[in-house]
């Protein structure tokens, strides 16, 4: 199936449900309530949430491992419950899994013919692939021998090597060190540059925040925040004052801060103020006076781990 | 490969099972010929140290049994697949309503 | 059909690899090749009388095996992949619950196939020992064992789907020992006095196991009776159509599955 960039969104997601039955109680536990989503083809977007919010089972109703209670889902406007809705799909599960007895080649090469590539070009996309992440002298090793971090990059060669349009990842930094993390990161953004889209959950927020373009916080199955990583960060008239030098000297710059209603936290020999913006230069020229030096002034910035776990707050206490 | 495409191969495949198995019930020429080596085969003073072996794979028939599971399976075979096929085809119409 | 082509061998090939470089295929091979020896060793008796006692313990000992190996592997296949999560790359791509069974069973078919070839060559190379000579008769049996192992195989398969691996190991074994004894249980049970329900159970029972005595033609190997073609393609389309209808259910009852 051809997909070009101007076709509708990647999934879209309407009022999805999914109810399980709790043994010996009447009411059924919801894992999903009234989802609506929509992920615009080409981009990157991020799935975020707490454990147990309801990523995990979003991801497997929209590649039909499980069917929704109510409501639908569609992969480029075709059921997800038709099984060639995920022909334009790869995905790579959390903490994923191969026979271990098979060798990388043939678990990818499997992939691949799988995918609707014949079975020798599916030998040479596959080998095609496992340069492209590193893997290709280990072709020939057995699954079983291969670390946490070459199992993720097989898992992900395995999503790749179809082509797909559409690449669903569920905790694709699991297991990878720093290295492997960038790697990774710069490789969807390759993707992304070719028009691909990508559906990410993870729970690394910093890296959600690099790299997505937009974002959706799922909390106890709802839909608590949506939008561009910037949108949903607050803005804060704060400003974060570090002023060295200041944390040997006598305790009269404390009673100063108070008055200007400014915290500080003890950073080695230094200290960090956090302060509203008109007071920010007051209380500067203050603690210079004291003796104190000024290393730097910055506005504060909610980061969208922060702004997660505001929103989550929010719906826990609600 | 569309649906009533993939209804019609799986209702040609069903149907040619279904009709040998059929055929095989009534037709008596396996029997006939099974009876005529038999006793071909058999000595007529009934010296042959095989004689009771060859009257117990004489017995040793294709049996009714196995000719109604036949029937049975093919059955089971041709519900399931038209069924599950029709099935499918209708919830996915629903859920695109 | 040929995406379901592709899709089918594909994953019968990967289960076949699999299956084959497991530990338990090489105990159970090994134990199969011991079954073979120790029938061998049991023929030692006039040469005549030896040679009839070779080819009836030698089929037993394979058909004792190769349905052993298909039991083992068909009932874990399924269980496994859900519990290690295996299945989940396999099924993001687009494969129908049908085809993902039917290749699993393949591969189990292929593996059990190629365990019954290493044991055919075996019971060649002890007939060429013992007596200078094949008959033809080992290659119209073997292929109705294989036959065996196949229905026995679906059957795993299908109890896996709904039953824990030790469940399903248990009735698979218990559902072959009916069958390989069916006519003969069902004339005891004639003679004894049942309730209505007791003679329906029998009855439904009866019609629904598979009658697996029909596809060992050992007796025919040992005494060297031939057998009607006709009764041979009976016998193998009843094999053929079985399997299907067990793996139509397993198949059913797959696509309910939720992992």
Known sequence: MAISKNDGPAITISSLTKLYNVPRQKQKRSAIRDLNLTVPNGEIFGFLGPNGAGKTTTIKILLNFITATSGHAEIFGVSSEDDNARQPIGYVPEQPYFPKFLTTLEVVKAHGSLSGFGFGSSKVQAEDVLKDLGMYDHRHTPLSKLSKGMTQRVAVATALVGDPQLLILDEPSSGLDPVGRKELRDLLLSLKARGKTIFLSSHLLSEMEAICDRVAVLSSGRLVGEGRPADIVQDSDKAIVLIGGLAQLDTLWRQDAAALNAEYKLDGPNVRFTVDGEAAYPLISRLIGHGGALISVTPERETLEDAFLRLVEQDLAA | MTTKSSLKNAFTLISVILLTGAACSFCGTCRAAGNVSTSVALDPDGDDPRTELLYHWQDKRFSDEEQHQILLCSALILVVSVGGAAKRQIRLKKVLK | ?259
């Open chain 3, 1 to 259: 059909m040929i995406n379901v082509f592709r899709h089918l061998t594909t994953l019968a090939g990967i289960t076949m690899l699999e299956g084959a470089r497991k530990q338990i295929f090489h105990v159970l091979m090994l134990f199969a090749m011991t079954l073979i020896v120790i029938a061998t060793l049991l023929g030692f008796l006039d040469h005549n009388i030896q040679m009839k006692v070779i080819k009836d313990l030698v089929c037993v000992a394979i058909l004792v095996s190769s349905c052993l190996i298909s039991i083992t592997l068909s009932v874990s296949g399924l269980p496994q992949e859900l519990e290690l999560r295996t299945v989940y790359p396999v099924m993001a791509k687009p494969i129908k619950r049908w085809e993902f069974v039917v290749g699993k069973y393949l591969g189990t078919v292929g593996t059990v196939t190629i365990g019954m070839l290493i044991m055919l060559a075996a019971f060649c190379g002890i007939l060429l020992a013992y007596s200078g000579h094949v008959s033809a008769g080992v290659f119209m049996v073997m292929p109705f064992l294989l036959l065996e192992a196949c229905i026995v195989a679906a059957i795993g398969v299908m109890l896996s789907t709904f039953c824990s691996t030790p469940l399903a190991w248990f009735l698979t074994v218990f559902v072959f020992m009916i069958g390989a004894f069916k006519f003969q249980l069902s004339e005891f049970l004639a003679a004894k006095d049942h309730s209505v329900v007791g003679k329906v159970v029998e009855a439904v029972g009866y019609q629904v196991l598979p009658n697996l005595e029909c596809f060992n033609f050992k007796d025919s190997l040992v005494h060297d009776i031939p057998v009607s073609g006709i009764y041979l393609l009976q016998t193998g389309l009843y094999g053929f159509v079985y399997t299907v209808a067990v793996l139509t259910l397993a198949s059913l009852a797959f696509a309910q599955k939720e992992f």
